[in-house]
């Protein structure tokens, strides 16, 4: 709200700019105006004469007034966007394409509404929606339930999302620790994370991402029988052997001086070795 002091004399003459600014919330002074000052804060003063008022906008005509209030719209407009901003991009739940479009059409069904119900699972960053959508609805009070409301997509349901998250938690802890080795995951292997169901939601992938940037390793949790919806079985292990042989034929490069030296750890021919470097996109400079 932006906060005006106007003089009595000129209530009349603003009502009708007062009517239109919703968002103007005012007082009036007459032989007052300094106690009026020293028991509240004002953004704007409307004076009638010159006067020294230390950390206030002053305006002395409806035009000036006009240019002040919008200066304040402005103002608050970018702060809105900077702190959507802000959530949008930095809060691993609301990451991804899936969960950008069921927020965007929970705010169209609800802006005129007094009550939004969300229907949520465990491994949730519930606060996450509370404060997105208390910045967006203001005026719509958000609950929470685990057994009726407006489901919020659970992660085996909107799993295009997940490199979308993985990458924000990398990006926000490589840059807080800054001695971390930079390892970005690969398209075989972020199909991989696809392929599992998450019981544990969005905490459950963060821990995962946060283990790969200590290791460099994806260790997709085990299935737990109690959540077994079913899976691609050819694809999954198709996919978890590429991981493997990756990892294992980094690891063996980084321990040898030669290509040779790496396959042999590895009991496989050079040829092969060398096929599979440049298969998986391994960046290595020891061609012999």
Do not use: C
Not at 65 to 87: G, P, Q, S, T, W
Not at 120 to 130: A, H, L, Q, S
Not at 145 to 156: M, W
Not at 219 to 233: A, M, Q, R, V
């Amino acid at each position: 709200m932006i906060k005006l002091l106007i003089p009595q004399v000129l209530l009349e003459n603003l009502r009708e700019f007062l009517y239109e600014h919703r968002e103007v919330v005012f007082d009036i002074y007459n032989s007052n105006l300094e106690e009026k000052i020293r028991e509240d804060y004002w953004d704007i003063v409307y004076l009638t004469e010159e006067k020294t008022v230390p950390g206030k906008i002053l305006v002395y005509s409806l035009r000036e007034l006009e240019l002040a209030v919008k200066f304040f719209e402005i103002k608050e407009e970018y702060r809105r966007l900077k702190e959507e901003y802000d959530m949008l991009y930095s809060f691993p739940e609301l990451q991804g394409p899936i969960i950008r479009e069921f927020l965007q059409k929970v705010i169209l069904d609800f802006k005129e509404k007094n009550e939004l119900v969300l229907l949520y699972e465990d491994g949730m960053y519930v606060n996450e929606y509370r404060t997105f959508f208390g910045s967006r609805l203001p005026h719509t009070k958000v609950k929470f339930s685990k057994k009726k409301g407006v489901k919020i997509p659970p992660l085996r349901d909107r799993k295009e999302d997940i490199p979308y998250i993985f990458d924000i938690v990398l990006s926000s802890l490589y840059l807080k620790h800054k001695n971390l080795d930079k390892k970005i995951p690969d398209n075989n292997e972020y199909e991989l994370l696809k392929e599992y169901n998450w019981p544990g939601n969005t905490k459950e992938l963060v821990k995962v991402a946060s283990n790969y940037a200590a290791t460099g390793r994806i260790d997709i949790p085990k299935f737990k029988t109690s959540n077994f919806e079913g899976i691609d079985l050819v694809n999954f292990t198709s996919k978890l052997v590429k991981h493997v042989e990756k990892r294992y034929i980094m690891l063996a490069l980084k321990k040898s001086d030669s290509r040779f030296k790496a396959a042999k750890m590895l009991k496989i021919n050079y040829k092969t070795l060398s096929h599979k470097i440049k298969l998986y996109g391994i960046e290595n400079s020891k061609k012999r």
